[in-house]
Structure formats: structure tokens, C-alpha cells
């Protein structure tokens, strides 16, 4: 079935720049979201990319794809301690069906 | 990792029926279990949250009435759709969430789709 990958921990300096990965299985995958969780909180969408696009920019948020090593990463710049949470990477693999990774924690350090 | 398991993984109902979906915590107790809804195409929308033994907190523009969610114990929610009508099929999806030391860890069910006639 499909699988999506992400590391489980990441730390960074308040300015700095922040990178979140996430592998995936699916090559039939036709959107790729990320998913914000705060302390307490349900999931948010930050941002989705199609799977035809190899970039998508908003504002501190980048996502970049790279269809043929099925990886997606989340670059957010001047990363702020209000960025601090969970990271979730899930694709759509049709048939209205999303599997989630299990997430990545994001520690900004101020 | 945890495991989230819901039930019935797919329903096809007639008009006018109520449906109701498991979710269920398998080796860990969670307070806090949230049901989300997709819709084709489009991402997942938080549909309420629920906390073990308090009334769900709904978010804008879902009805309560329509969704009932009972978070009976602390391995256990159920989202019915009651009266469900063709523009309920979706994807429903619960995820639970694990208190820890060092914060929380949420699993997500497989989800359930739910097609009415």
C-alpha cells in the first residue's frame, strides 16, 4: 500500500531556515499537502502542490517536488517560535483516499 | 507506531439513513481523537474535536446536529451521519492523539468512505 516517510525531530535557531522532508510510495499521487499541528490542536493546511509542479512559493513557505525520487520537502525561511510544532506530509493517492506520515516536530529555538 | 483502526472501512447507505463510523485507539488511550471530512479533490477539513467524557467542539460550519460524536472512553469515538443525504459521501478520517511527556503524537485511522445513495 502507500507509504509516506518523514523524519521524526527537527531543531533550529529562531531566523534561521527550516527544512522539512518527506518521501512517498505513490506514483499515481496527484496533490501532496502539508498539514500544521500545534500543541493541542487539529491539523491545518499550510500548503499543497499539484503533482505536476516542481515548486510552489507562499510568502516564508516553499515546497519543492521532485516527482521521479517521489520526495517533497517544506522549506520555511526566518523560521519563528510561533513555528513551532508538528509537520505533516500526506498525498492524495485517488479515490478520495490520503495517507499521512507521522509527522516531524519542529523545535525553533529562540 | 500506534494503531488507529476505523470501521467500516466503506459504507453505502440509502438516502434518508444514518451512518455511524468507528475509531478506535488500539494499544494506547487517547483523550483527544479529531474526525476530519475530504472532500474530492481538495484537502482534509477538520470536522469537530473530541475529548473523552466533554461534548465534541465543532468547527464553523459543520452542523452538530448532523454529526454526532460520542467519545465514550478513551479507546473509543463514533462519528454518526445522521440523515445522510448524497452530498455526505466523503472520505471521513479519525486520527487520535497520545499524551506525552514531551508532547503529543497523533495517529490516523485508514479512514472510511461513505457513499449514499
Known amino acids: 500500500g502507500e507509504d509516506v516517510e518523514q523524519s521524526l525531530f527537527l531543531s533550529v535557531r529562531e531566523g534561521d531556515s527550516s527544512v522539512i522532508n518527506c518521501t512517498y510510495t505513490d506514483s499515481s499521487s496527484t496533490y501532496l499537502y502539508w498539514y500544521k499541528q500545534e500543541p493541542g490542536a487539529g491539523l491545518q493546511l499550510l500548503t499543497y502542490i499539484f503533482s505536476n509542479m516542481d515548486m510552489k512559493q507562499d510568502q516564508r513557505l516553499t515546497v519543492l517536488l521532485n516527482k521521479k525520487d517521489k520526495h517533497l520537502s517544506l522549506r520555511i525561511a526566518d523560521t519563528q517560535t510561533g513555528d513551532s510544532a508538528i509537520y505533516f506530509c500526506a498525498e492524495d493517492g485517488g479515490y478520495q483516499k490520503v495517507t499521512f506520515g507521522i509527522g516531524t516536530k519542529l523545535q525553533v529555538i529562540p | 507506531g500506534a494503531v488507529v483502526s476505523q470501521h467500516p472501512s466503506w459504507v453505502i447507505c440509502k438516502s434518508g439513513t444514518s451512518v455511524k463510523i468507528e475509531c478506535r485507539s488500539l494499544d494506547f488511550q487517547a483523550t483527544t481523537m479529531f474526525w476530519y471530512r475530504q472532500f474530492p479533490k481538495q484537502s482534509l477539513m477538520l470536522m469537530a474535536t473530541?475529548?473523552?467524557?466533554?461534548?465534541?467542539?465543532?468547527e464553523q460550519g459543520v452542523e452538530k446536529d448532523k454529526f454526532l460524536i460520542n467519545h465514550a472512553s478513551l479507546t473509543l469515538s463514533t462519528l454518526t451521519v445522521t440523515s445522510a443525504h448524497p452530498e455526505d459521501s466523503s472520505f471521513y478520517i479519525c486520527s487520535a492523539q497520545r499524551r506525552l511527556a514531551g508532547g503529543n503524537e497523533q495517529f490516523f485511522g485508514p479512514g472510511t468512505r461513505l457513499t449514499v445513495l
Open positions: 473530541s475529548n473523552e467524557g466533554s461534548k465534541a467542539t465543532y
